[in-house]
Antibody
Framework: EVQLVQSGAEVKKPGESLKISCKGS????????IGWVRQMPGKGLEWMGI????????RYSPSFQGQVTISADKSISTAYLQWSSLKASDTAMYYC??????????????WGQGTLVTVSS | SSELTQDPAVSVALGQTVRITCQGD??????ASWYQQKPGQAPVLVIY???NRPSGIPDRFSGSSSGNTASLTITGAQAEDEADYYC?????????????FGGGTKLTVL
């Protein structure tokens, strides 16, 4: 069974750093991209970026380039999303998801349960 | 990058049929995928490709596409279908960074 299991909720202060994780299981972790999606309180889904754990090829949405860092450790089948200096506006739910690309089809077939990040002084 | 436009809210009477639409230039090159999100839960894929349902998704959910518009149809809406629905596609540029979600449609079942 394919599963993406994310790390637990975090409460941080502005300016602090943070790294959240997404552990894949039940499939070949190095053969699929893993993406990150933000959902701010009461808002819609926003695409952040993606990584291919097989070779660490990483792409970012222009909206998030330079704001976050996506990485992966294939030895433990885990992808990461990190911030060097959090802002209150980073308060959101963050989801990892596995994209599938086949011809003209592009979809996210599995999602993590989400990690709630709260940034408040 | 492309944008996908959805109506913010739609309502349907219990047991009736409802169509949720998604418009965007990228849909001329890529099929839309559709996700259901209930409060406090992660999104769940309900339709992908031309009209495919993942295992466990009821057959009252179906998808279609014409030009730059994709549609999710629920035939015989049930109370448990009340949720937010998001469409998604990849930009025709083919860049993994150019993935886009619609703004979401809140479906109310009356």
């Amino acid at each position: 069974e394919v599963q993406l299991v994310q790390s637990g909720a975090e409460v941080k202060k502005p300016g602090e750093s943070l790294k959240i994780s997404c552990k894949g299981s039940g499939y070949s972790f190095t053969s699929y991209w893993i993406g990150w999606v933000r959902q701010m309180p009461g808002k819609g889904l926003e695409w952040m970026g993606i990584i291919y754990p097989g070779d660490s090829d990483t792409r970012y949405s222009p909206s998030f380039q330079g704001q976050v860092t996506i990485s992966a450790d294939k030895s433990i089948s885990t992808a990461y999303l990190q911030w060097s200096s959090l802002k209150a506006s980073d308060t959101a739910m963050y989801y990892c998801a596995r994209p599938v690309h086949y011809g003209s089809e592009y979809y996210f077939d599995y999602w993590g349960q989400g990690t709630l990040v709260t940034v408040s002084s | 990058s492309s944008e996908l436009t959805q109506d913010p809210a739609v309502s349907v009477a219990l047991g009736q049929t409802v169509r949720i639409t998604c418009q965007g230039d990228s849909l001329r090159s890529y099929y839309a995928s559709w996700y259901q999100q209930k409060p406090g839960q992660a999104p769940v894929l309900v339709i992908y490709g031309k009209n495919n349902r993942p295992s466990g998704i009821p057959d009252r959910f179906s998808g279609s596409s014409s030009g730059n518009t994709a549609s999710l149809t629920i035939t015989g809406a049930q109370a448990e279908d009340e949720a937010d629905y998001y469409c998604n596609s990849r930009d025709s540029s083919g860049n993994h960074a150019d993935v886009v979600f619609g703004g979401g449609t809140k479906l109310t079942v009356l």
